[in-house]
């Protein structure tokens, strides 16, 4: 049970880390969000009803700030300047590495302390940036809040409260220990997946990285390349003009009248 809970807090921060380097993009590139009144409006539309963002003055860019317009129109387009962007996308670049899928491969173990290590740096752009903050609708400051809703989002899909550890096609039972499942040797390695509560058993682990299935792709490529060139080569019934296909060239040599041509000399 124990387990189960840090893998889910692990998986849900390293979700949470994930989705607020998105938003920081954004950010970064066309600065705070619109009040939900004004997203989606052109100017002129804003203008003919009449609608003010409040935060405009409030939320100011540390250095300033330069027009780069939303063309989605879910932010102001009043993006950091270059110093002030180029310090969130260098934080966003940091984190993302030190979350990397790429850590199995190097053997590296992600801890929570490492998350939440990741997720003070994000906060800390956004301090150095945004020293009076966002706005509280902001996607960055909700994800900071942890008041984000992500109700009818693609990344609400991804969100898992109650979690299960699945292994070899089995359920790891929460009243049960490791050891009833793979015994005492502690050198034993197993991989390990998490999801929803209550669903069916996730799918297994492909047997072939992708590396050996591009390599697998590349020598079936070749072999079929090999055996078209053998198959026009090969002429079909050249064959037969071959003095070893000739069925009466034993007799002829008998006769001593083998090597006959026909035709003007």
């Known amino acids: 049970e124990s387990l189960t809970k840090d893998i889910l807090a692990i ?5 949470k880390a994930l989705r607020l380097c998105d938003e920081m993009q954004s950010l970064a590139k066309h600065g705070h969000f619109l009040p939900p009144n ?25 250095g300033g700030s330069m027009e780069c317009p939303d063309n989605i ?10 110093s002030m962007a180029e310090v969130i996308m260098k934080t966003i670049t940091d ?9 199995v491969t190097a053997n590296r173990v992600l801890e929570l302390k490492e998350v939440q290590d990741n997720m003070n740096k994000l906060r800390g752009a956004i301090m150095i940036v945004y020293p009076m903050n966002l706005p509280p609708y902001d996607p ?10 992500l109700s009818g989002t693609q990344a609400s899909l991804e969100v898992i409260e109650q979690g299960a550890l699945w292994w070899a096609g089995k359920e ?12 005492k040797n502690e050198k034993t390695k197993i991989v390990v997946k998490l999801s929803k509560k209550g669903q069916q058993a996730p799918g297994r682990e492909q047997q072939l990285t992708e590396e050996q299935k591009k390599e697998m792709m590349a020598w079936q490529y070749r072999k079929q390349e090999e055996m078209k060139k053998l198959h026009e080569a090969d002429d079909g019934d050249d064959y037969l003009n071959s003095q070893w ?8 040599s008998f006769h001593g009248i083998g090597n006959i041509k026909w035709g003007p000399k």
């Open 11 to 15: 998986y849900s921060l390293r979700l």
């Open 38 to 62: 004004m997203q989606g409006l052109t100017p002129d539309q804003v203008e003919e009803l009449k609608l003010t963002d409040e935060y405009e003055r409030k939320c100011i860019p540390q």
């Open 73 to 82: 129109g879910r932010r102001s387009g009043k993006a950091p300047n270059e």
């Open 95 to 103: 984190v993302k590495e030190g979350l990397s899928a790429k850590l």
């Open 140 to 149: 960055v400051q909700a994800e900071l809040d942890d008041c984000e809703d």
């Open 172 to 183: 790891l039972l929460p009243e049960k220990l490791l050891l009833d499942y793979v015994g």
């Open 245 to 252: 296909a000739n069925p009466n060239s034993l007799k002829n």
